[in-house]
């Protein structure tokens, strides 16, 4: 059964670092997503990309964040400068058809550690 | 303010019984609703969405209602088993955003 991939699995990086996280989507799917989730909180939109722009974002997704599909198969996800309060889990997720009113096909997540 | 509320205690129950987990919301008028089990260190996984002009469905052991009079969803697992341990979130469309807002999810333990 196809599935979101997530690399790497946990990236650990000193404040202020530049990280990139990365998804490959399910293939034949057109609307991308990237969610969040501090240690014991509760999963948190942060943006969400459908030909090859953003279409919709939180207040979590300033500056510091940017996306990306640089080729046809990998989704990404850039924070410039990372900071502590930045260490969650950071899920990627992807859809067939768009909006909350689809379901939404989750990878396994990345731990990202701001030391 | 916007509010989505779930159980924050588990939910113990015994193997066999019917669990049923609630979501609560305030001030949102969702068109839909969404139900997903998340296990630990891992992503969230789809299991049902209702629409607001649904009053219930089902899939399998899994049933879920929608009542926007009293802005819940109830989330009902029968028969359930040790595997159905997990935690569940219930997520809706964040009116005008089209984007999902979840809750901060139940955890549901099955004692065998």
């Known amino acids: 059964e196809p599935e979101v991939t997530q690399t790497p699995s946990h990236q650990v990086t000193q404040m202020g670092q530049e990280v990139i996280l990365r998804c490959v989507p399910i293939?034949?799917?057109?609307?991308f997503y990237w969610y969040r989730q501090i240690l014991g909180q509760k999963v948190e939109f942060l943006v969400s990309?459908?030909?090859?722009?953003?279409?919709?974002k939180s207040e979590i997704f300033d500056d510091q964040f940017s996306v990306e599909r640089p080729d046809g198969s990998n989704f990404t996800l850039k924070i410039r400068s990372t900071k502590l309060e930045d260490s969650a889990m950071y899920f990627c997720?992807?859809?067939?058809?768009?909006?909350?009113?689809?379901?939404?096909?989750f990878g396994p997540g990345t731990r990202l550690t701001v030391l | 303010s916007q509010k989505i509320e779930q159980n924050s205690e588990a939910l113990n129950i015994q193997e066999g019984k019917t669990a049923t987990l609630t979501c609560n919301y305030t001030n949102y008028s969702p068109a839909y609703l969404q139900w997903y089990r998340q296990d630990p260190g891992r992503g969230p996984v789809f299991l049902l969405l209702?629409?607001?002009?649904?009053k219930e469905k089902r899939k399998e052991r899994l049933k879920v209602t929608f009542d926007t009079t009293l802005k819940q969803s109830l989330f009902h697992i029968t028969a359930s088993q040790p595997a159905d341990s997990a935690t569940y979130l219930c997520?809706?469309?964040?009116?005008?955003?089209?984007?999902?807002?979840f809750g901060s999810g139940t955890r549901l333990q099955v004692q065998p």
């Open positions: 997720a992807s859809g067939q058809r768009g909006g909350p009113y689809n379901e939404q096909f």
């Open positions: 209702i629409r607001e002009n649904e």
């Open positions: 293939s034949n799917h057109l609307y």
């Open positions: 997520a809706l469309d964040d009116t005008g955003r089209r984007a999902l807002t």
């Open positions: 990309f459908y030909n090859n722009e953003i279409s919709e």
